[in-house]
């Protein structure tokens, strides 16, 4: 079936550091892809999407490219910022029923 | 603020109880859908209503049922409750308008319910 695998947690970056958060999935057909975050005590937010290959996700800074070759939509960002500490959530959609498919979520933690 | 509400938004009761949790879309969303974020299964699809009507169903156990209303708003039930049922639980909502498979999901804050 399909499902997401996310990198492991947590993350920890200094202020102002690059940040890679490495999804890949597994589908039938041509998925729409997901970043949700998840601030501390706050529900979930959509951080960006991308629905076909090649196509570029951006919002706040964040930035992530379906790539279909390598099944992977992996989430970056030059610098990050002390409020971008929260659970990142990387999520498909492959239309059969609608559902989203979650990956178990990244938390980034960024120290001043 | 995605327009999707919850209520209430934290609950405790005891095991056995029943509890009702509450969603209302975002206006003019027609699909309702129900998730649940606990430690050890993470975020799990439930159930999805369109318009009134079931649409899918995820890993809903037996004890939990939904149902959606004539003004879109959808009420999650769940009964017989057990210590491992306790978790947030997301309703999220979208258009669900014309030709509408893989849409975005707009979710509300969600309900924290600890069983005691």
């Known amino acids: 079936g399909d499902s997401v695998t996310q990198m492991e947690g947590p993350v920890t970056l200094s202020e102002e550091a690059f940040l890679t958060i490495n999804c890949t999935y597994t589908a039938t057909g041509y998925p729409s892809l997901f970043w949700y975050v998840q601030y501390p005590g706050e529900g979930l937010q959509l951080l960006l999407k991308a629905t076909k290959a090649d196509d570029k996700g951006s919002n706040k800074g964040f930035e992530a490219t379906y790539r279909k070759e390598t099944t992977s939509f992996h989430l970056e960002k030059g610098s990050v910022q002390v409020s971008d500490s929260a659970v990142y959530f990387c999520a498909l959609n492959s239309g059969a029923t609608n559902k989203l498919i979650f990956g178990t979520g990244t938390l980034l933690a960024v120290q001043p | 603020d995605s327009g999707v509400t919850q209520t209430p938004k934290h609950l405790i009761t005891a095991t056995g109880q029943r509890v009702t949790l509450r969603c209302s879309p975002r206006?003019?969303?027609?699909?309702v859908y129900w998730y649940q974020q606990s430690l050890d299964q993470g975020l799990q699809f439930l159930i999805q209503?369109?318009?009134?009507?079931?649409?899918a169903k995820g890993n809903i156990l037996e004890r939990f049922s939904a149902q959606q209303f004539p003004d879109l708003h959808s009420e999650l039930n769940l009964s017989s409750l057990e210590l491992g049922d306790s978790a947030l639980y997301f309703c999220?909502?979208?258009?669900?308008?014309?030709?509408?498979?893989?849409?975005?999901?707009?979710f509300g804050p969600g309900t924290r319910l600890l069983v005691l």
């Open positions: 206006s003019g969303d027609l699909s």
């Open positions: 209503y369109y318009n009134g009507e079931e649409r």
């Open positions: 999220a909502s979208s258009p669900s308008r014309g030709k509408w498979s893989q849409e975005t999901q707009y």
